[in-house]
């Protein structure tokens, strides 16, 4: 078989070894300029103003008494708004009529001359409103639900193969019911950005820029959508992101505080209008993970054999923009089952948009779906291990097409053994005072999409090499590994090698998402690290410069291209408070080539821990009646903190896959997180004998 060009030898390679995060002193010393801290000249502030009713309209906004509060420049509403002539999203689309679609809905704002003048005017901002009722809270079976045809843009709503009604007569038939609390995007930097408006002038429109610093996932999406809404072309949004405080998804996306900030700014030409979204507001308008609640039955044989699996989501969905996870897509590929139907139902809400949220679709799905194997796996006396291996397929069920590599037999296996599976216990049997102890396992897998080709440039300049693109790091180590990818291609030492990414201007590239960014972003540079060498030699000139493209491997669309994992855990549980430890974690996982250990490790402990937090802590309570969140901020929605993290460790097996690109590398960002909190679920059940269906684990649920 024809395989696309492999990299180098791995020893020579400046690939395949650790190497420090280059960003890493400036963001400890506190001197990497994030989007908050970028030097702009005397700044004016900015505080939103949002609805207090989930659905209706605004009667009246009296806003006499911030105008009249001291440093007070602007209050910005519906009735004075520049109006948006093209509308690209209908959540950018703010300020434009009196109408409310959800509760914490941007509706205003005030610019001041210093964040706390602008604070206190905002909460004298009186508005009146004309309230309707509003449609909030779901459930499995709703008679409001419809199926939709696509979900998360690209996956099939309902998809069925063989008859799952026929096939759960055969063998022991095991049903429930699982959920998953809303989840909200706790990164250590909230949203900020700082915008600032160039050459305003109604006589050459074109003239007129608008700078961003931002923190996002990615500079050209963002300068792309927000341009239009803006009556601007995308050549004229200039949008700055170099470094980023954290993101798995709320990032990924512009919001509508980009575009109220922009029209302030604009209002204020010649100002540089400021706002840094404070903890409470991340719980409103800046996307969050859909709450779930999720139906599976199957069937399995007595020698652990799957006869047919039914796996159907029931999600709510925004009426101002629909956005649906791809919940039950995992279960159509994951194992070897002829006869299967996995159904995505929603449900219309009077909420705000949900959105990405760290392997959106994938988490909530396998959560269901790897709790319930464990049940069938108890209920026939089958290993949990090898009731995965027995179901192993030899092609991917869903699409017929052969894996472009699959090695999650080997990532169960080596798992198995440096975990200590063997020492598992029956269920209840391990005592260690007043604590149960267990162990337990599950699956992790994460699609790998090649969306569209990337772009990057290599300049030769101070006799250093720079490659060039929009990529963006958002803690993953983005900032060390291009250089690593590129030094490669070149075949110099990685030292000579630096990146300029995060900011428009450079080579289009796709923001830091669907954990495409190494293989995607690596394949356009190592094409233009060839490129560079073939135009320019060993030995180049100053300000010497290319750019090339990198594309999909030819024939990769012809295999089926996921990653693969195992977790393991042990819990304990305490049966005095139900409280639950986890003692310990291993993930073993087949991730393709790995470019560098340091960096990979930390995403995929990075995906471990948050997939802990969600199964011990996270979990963010709408109140059906008024549509907020109860619990929008760090005292009342827990994330996990170091002390609930106890022995974390993920190994990777070797793996090169020439399908994703041309370093054979695979994506992380999202794999970590995938199955974690059903391994340990399934740890807490082997421990207790209560199996828990609904996350969080927290105490009440236990005894
Ligand atoms: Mo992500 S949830 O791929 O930004």
């Known amino acids: 078989m024809l395989e696309p060009e492999a990299p180098a030898a791995a020893d020579a390679a400046p690939t395949g070894h650790d190497r420090m995060r280059v960003d890493a002193p400036a963001k400890v010393t506190g001197t990497a300029p994030y989007a908050y801290e970028q030097p702009v000249e005397e700044p004016l502030h900015l505080f939103p103003i949002v609805a207090t009713i989930a659905l209706g309209r605004i009667a009246e906004i009296d806003d006499a008494d911030a105008r009249a509060l001291p440093g007070v420049r602007l209050v910005l509403t519906h009735a004075n708004a520049p109006r948006i002539r093209v509308r690209t999203d209908a959540a950018l689309t703010i300020l434009q009529s009196s109408e409310v679609h959800h509760r914490g809905e941007i509706i205003g704002a005030v610019v001041a001359d210093s964040p706390r003048v602008a604070r206190e005017a905002a909460a004298l901002v009186r508005v009146t409103y004309d309230e309707q009722p509003a449609e909030l809270g779901f459930s499995i079976d709703d008679p409001r639900a419809t199926v939709p045809r696509r979900v998360n843009a690209f996956k099939h709503g309902s998809y069925e193969r063989g008859d ?40 050459r429109p074109r003239s007129t820029r608008l700078t961003m610093y931002d923190t996002n996932q990615g500079t050209g999406g963002h300068g792309a959508l927000l341009a239009p809404v803006l009556g601007l072309l995308p050549t004229q949004i200039e949008v700055i992101s170099p470094y980023v405080g954290g993101s798995f998804g709320t990032k990924g996306w512009p919001w509508p505080h980009l575009v109220l ?20 507001q991340m719980f409103r308008t800046v996307g969050h993970r859909p709450a779930s609640k999720q139906r599976i039955r199957l069937s399995v044989e007595a020698d652990g054999r799957l006869g047919a699996i039914d796996h159907q989501s029931w999600a709510p969905t925004s009426r101002l923009r629909s956005y649906v996870d791809q919940t039950v897509s ?81 990532c169960l296996r080596e798992g198995a053994d440096q975990f200590g599976w063997a020492e598992r216990q029956p269920v209840g049997a391990r005592r260690d005072g007043e604590w149960l102890v267990g162990l337990g396992v599950a699956s992790a897998t994460y699609p790998n999409m090649y969306f569209v080709p990337n772009r990057a440039g290599v300049r030769f300049t101070g006799g250093r090499y720079v490659v060039e693109l929009q990529a963006s790091d958002i803690g993953t180590g983005a900032w060390t590994v291009l250089p690593q990818i590129a030094a490669e291609a070149l075949g110099v030492g990685v030292d000579l090698v630096d990146a300029d ?18 293989f995607a972003w690596g394949d356009a540079v190592v094409a233009a690290a060839r490129k560079f060498r073939r135009t320019h030699g060993e030995h180049p000139d100053e300000g010497d410069h290319v750019t090339a493209t990198g594309r999909m491997p030819r024939g990769s ?38 470019i560098n250990p340091r960096t990979a490790r930390s995403q995929l402990i990075g995906g471990m821990t948050m997939g802990l937090s969600a199964a011990l802590h996270e979990e963010a309570h709408l109140d059906e009646r008024f549509g907020h969140v109860v619990n929008g901020d760090l005292a009342g929605y827990h994330v996990a903190a170091h002390a609930d993290v106890g022995d974390l460790e993920a190994i990777t097996l070797e793996e090169h896959d020439p399908w994703f690109g041309a370093t054979g590398a695979k994506g992380i960002g999202e794999l970590g997180i995938v199955g974690a909190p059903a391994a340990i679920g399934n740890a807490i059940f082997n421990a207790s004998g209560v199996r828990l269906r609904d996350l969080p684990f927290t105490p009440d649920r236990l005894f």
Request: no cysteine; aromatic share 8%; net charge neutral.
């Open 501 to 518: 990414i995060g900011h428009t201007g450079l080579p289009w590239a796709i923001p830091a998402g669907g954990s495409v960014g190494t």
């Open 261 to 280: 900030v922009a029209m302030a700014a604009k209002r204020l030409t010649g100002r540089p209008v400021k706002y840094a979204m404070t903890r409470q």
């Open 164 to 203: 799952a009604d026929a096939g759960l007569t055969r063998g022991t038939l095991v049903e429930a019911d699982y959920s998953l609390p809303m989840e909200f995007h706790s990164p250590i930097e909230p949203h900020a950005v700082t915008a600032i408006w160039h050459d305003v002038s109604a006589l």
């Open 557 to 594: 669309r012809g295999y089926s291209r996921h990653a693969f994992g195992a977790h393991f855990a042990q819990a304990r549980v305490s049966t005095v408070t139900g409280e639950v430890r986890v003692d310990r974690m291993l993930g073993a996982f087949a991730a393709g080539r790995i």
């Open 330 to 410: 995992a279960t159509r590929m994951m194992y070897d089952v002829a006869d299967l139907r996995t159904i995505h139902h929603a449900v219309v809400q009077d909420a705000a948009p949900g959105s990405f949220m760290r392997a959106p679709g994938e988490f909530s799905g396998m959560f269901a779906l790897e709790t319930a194997l464990d049940e069938a796996a108890h209920a026939v006396g089958v290993d949990p291990v090898d009731l995965r291996v027995r179901n192993e397929p030899a092609q991917d069920p869903e699409t017929g097409k052969p894996w472009s590599t699959r090695n999650l037999v080997a």
